[in-house]
């Protein structure tokens, strides 16, 4: 954190004696006063040899404990220095290969947002679309440098006047770390968490959309959006979209509606929620925001490192309108913006956002609603369209389905660590021929994993079979129910995720649109309709066998 010190907040002594030198001093920084603590370490209200006053950061000794992870650091530490955004506290410096290693950001003399709604109530008019539209450009600044916050929550957003700034995006890649990660140690904070990651997919910029929102629905209504209680309760919530909202005014409940769903591929980007942020503050300034902080665009993916401009060689530099930032926060918001609907498109985007005055505004959530329904019929079409080819072909459809699920998976890993790759050193122009290069390697990760879910799915067909054969149902129907069965474990079993995952970006955008859906869907059904007739008709061909599995046995006398 890097907030004023509050008396009643202040930690309690000896939870950071082990962090605080014996005279007080951190490389060229002199401690002052504790801010606050938390997991990662202790932040410091610290000031420099020539006055200036930081907010500075020292890492517990397990977070950065071997020089793998002082190097991790180092370089998460480069990418995020080129973070240009007003509404971010940049990185000054840090060091993490000193004794104490640490970080030092700009300090920001304000409470946090948890803080101030807590004691003043929820932020409302202007003031509420103000801290939506400047919290979503913070994001995105982060965003731009490559990396992804994953921390986006009320107490790390600090409130400079009405202004907020984004805090603590400086460990993200540390806190990816295995050796923190697997102990849950950094999941994060329930209700702020996106489901995928609870999931254990890989995240995008989609959690910090998501993220974005239930810290917005905070300042707007004075709670979480998915309640209080215990954490699982609070993750099962936002896993199954269970928000509430009310309280929330009309012009921003359908866009945080849309960015708080539980799917990644139906939230809005950042691109979209700042296309529609910035036109209802800017106009209201009395002057335009100045050239370099905008406009920040995201991308679905992580993007490259944006380059400096070759004038800019130090961060103080990149601080000099300190005072024009204080006049800004300071400037009313007089003229009040239209209502905002969300509308479908049918294009690769699932929302777009635009402005418009209707006497009865449509119901946001109508699009999404669609395309839910539409992308379920699809899913449950080749479901079971898949089984009536099984129960025609069974061994020749078997054998397709796990050579597809072995493509999907190690195509999967492939990019989770392509991904991983970008994050680490930012994008490369040798990034698509080392994937390649990799590919023989992704295969061979894929196997394991394609076997065992194949295992899981045969022992689950193997019990269905055998309830089929104690009923006496006939062959064709079982082969088929057998079909169903084995699809779904294959959806539904362990090491799945990376099957349900491919799967989805192509269901996704196929079902966007009505036409294109439809004749999807007509062309599976018909394929699905032919199968099982020819099964019907013909019953199983068990090619390349000759007949049916355990057909001696059950013949036997």
Known sequence: ???????????????????????????????????????????????????????????????????????????????????????????????????????????????????????????????????????????????????????????????????????????????????????????????????????????????????????????????????????????????????????????????????????????????????????????????????????????????????LPSDVTRLDDLRADRADRADLAAAPLERPAPPVTLVERTGDLPTQWQRTAPAEAPDPNAGVAGQRLRRGLLLLSGWIGAAAAGAAYPWMVVTVLMVLVWLLRSGSLASSAAADRRRLRGKKWYDAPLTVIRTPWDLIRGVPGTVLLGLWAAGVTAAAALLCYAVAAPLTLSVWICGLVFLGGLWWGPFALRVRGPVGRVVRPVSSGVRGWLGVLVLIGALGAACGWTAYDQGPDWSPAQEPPFSSLLSAP
Not at 115 to 134: F, H, K, Y
Not at 248 to 266: F, H, I, Q, S
């Open 1 to 307: 954190m890097t907030s004023a010190p509050r008396s009643d907040d202040l930690p309690t002594p000896g939870h950071h004696d082990m962090l605080r030198p014996f005279d007080g001093r951190v490389g060229d920084y002199t401690l002052l006063a504790p801010l606050g603590e938390g997991g990662m370490g202790v932040v410091h209200l610290a000031r420099k040899a020539d006055g200036e006053r930081v907010a500075l950061k020292l890492l517990r000794p397990h977070v950065v404990g071997d020089q793998e992870t002082r190097a991790r650091l180092a370089r998460e530490v480069a990418s995020l220095s080129r973070v240009r955004s007003r509404w971010v506290a940049e990185i000054i410096d840090a060091d993490p290969y000193a004794p104490l290693p640490y970080v030092a950001t700009r300090y920001v003399p304000g409470y946090s947002l948890h803080d101030q709604v807590a004691d003043e109530g929820p932020v409302t008019g202007r003031d509420l679309i103000w801290l939506a539209r400047c919290l979503a450009e913070g994001v995105a600044a982060v965003h731009s440098a490559g990396v992804l916050h994953r921390d986006v929550k009320p107490s790390n957003v600090l409130m400079e006047g009405r202004t907020p700034i984004l805090i603590d995006f400086g460990l993200a890649r540390v806190a990816d770390d295995p050796k923190l990660t697997q102990t849950g140690w950094l999941l994060g904070t329930p209700g702020y968490l996106a489901p995928e990651i609870l999931y254990g997919e890989e995240p995008t910029t989609a959690v910090d959309v998501h993220a974005w929102a239930a810290t917005v629905a905070y300042a707007a209504t004075g709670r979480p959006p998915f309640g209080t209680g215990p954490s699982m309760a609070i993750m099962d919530r936002a896993r199954r979209g269970q928000h509430d909202l009310a309280g929330m005014p009309d012009e921003l409940r359908g866009a945080l509606t849309v960015a708080l769903d539980p799917e990644p591929g139906n939230r809005p980007t950042f691109e979209q929620l700042l296309s529609w942020l910035r036109p209802q503050t800017e106009p209201t300034m009395g002057r335009p925001l100045p050239a370099e902080t905008m406009p920040f665009v995201a991308a679905t993916g992580l993007a490259g490192p944006t380059p």
